[in-house]
């Protein structure tokens, strides 16, 4: 089995860029996706396939990938991206298994 | 609209066995894949299971490997979960999602990310 690792908490100042990161040994093979979720609220992919933003999320979210690390980045930071961030991968080599990181908590100061 | 909404979830005791559905609309289920991802209190996002457009392929994670069976009814745009021999670690809100379809000339797959989920349905185990 292998691990996601990202950031538990990450702090911007509205208008400022966030940046966040999701680091894990098969993310060179894979590509990772990205959900943020609010309290109480299902999660919403915001990042598909590393960099592919899905239809009707702001143009703010981005997404990059360099080696074992994948970056979330939200530009122009808005107070209604206070939220919890997951990057999500999966591991097809053996068998079939999906896996979470442990999610970071964007706050807009 | 494009919608998943489960149901099924309550208060149960340990051992006991629970059976969760997932009903879609405002697209054809037949397409695409199907996950089960819960999310304990206060903790992350965990997946649970996958089953293909097809029903030929199920997945399971090793936590509910032996406990859990993911099943689908196409005919009635469903996605059932069964869930045996509850634990209090199982206490969860557990999610239907979508598996995104990555189209290429004219061929589709499943993809691994997941592009829909429904509001979730509470289980809580406990004596």
């Known amino acids: 089995s292998y691990e996601l690792t990202q950031p538990p908490s990450v702090s911007v100042s509205p208008g400022q860029t966030a940046r966040i990161t999701c680091s894990g040994e098969t993310l060179p093979k894979q590509y990772a996706h990205w959900y943020q979720q609010k309290p109480g609220q299902a999660p919403v992919m915001v990042m598909y396939k590393d960099d592919q933003r899905p239809s009707g999320i702001p143009e703010r979210f981005s997404g990059s990938s360099s080696g074992t690390t994948v970056t979330l980045t939200i530009s122009g930071v808005q107070a209604e991206d206070e939220a919890d961030y997951y990057c999500?991968?999966?591991?097809?080599?053996?068998?079939?298994?999906?896996?979470f990181g442990g999610g970071t908590k964007l706050s807009v100061l | 609209e494009v919608q998943l909404v489960e149901s099924g979830g309550g208060l149960v005791q340990p051992g006991v066995s629970l059976r969760l559905s997932c009903v879609a609309s405002g697209f054809t289920f037949s397409n695409f894949s199907m996950n089960w991802v819960r999310q304990a209190p206060g903790k992350g996002l965990e997946w649970v299971a996958y089953?293909?457009?097809?029903?030929?392929?199920?997945y399971y994670a090793d936590s509910v490997q032996g406990r859990f069976s993911i099943s689908r009814d196409n005919a009635k745009n469903s996605l059932l979960l069964h869930l045996l021999n509850l634990r209090g670690d199982d206490t969860a809100v557990y999610f239907c999602?979508?598996?995104?379809?990555?189209?290429?000339?004219?061929?589709?797959?499943?993809?691994?990310?997941?592009?829909?989920w429904g509001q979730g349905t509470t289980v809580t185990v406990s004596s």
């Open positions: 999602a979508r598996a995104v379809r990555d189209c290429s000339g004219g061929t589709c797959l499943p993809g691994t990310g997941m592009d829909v």
């Open positions: 089953i293909s457009l097809s029903l030929n392929t199920v």
């Open positions: 999500q991968s999966a591991d097809t080599s053996d068998t079939y298994e999906m896996l």
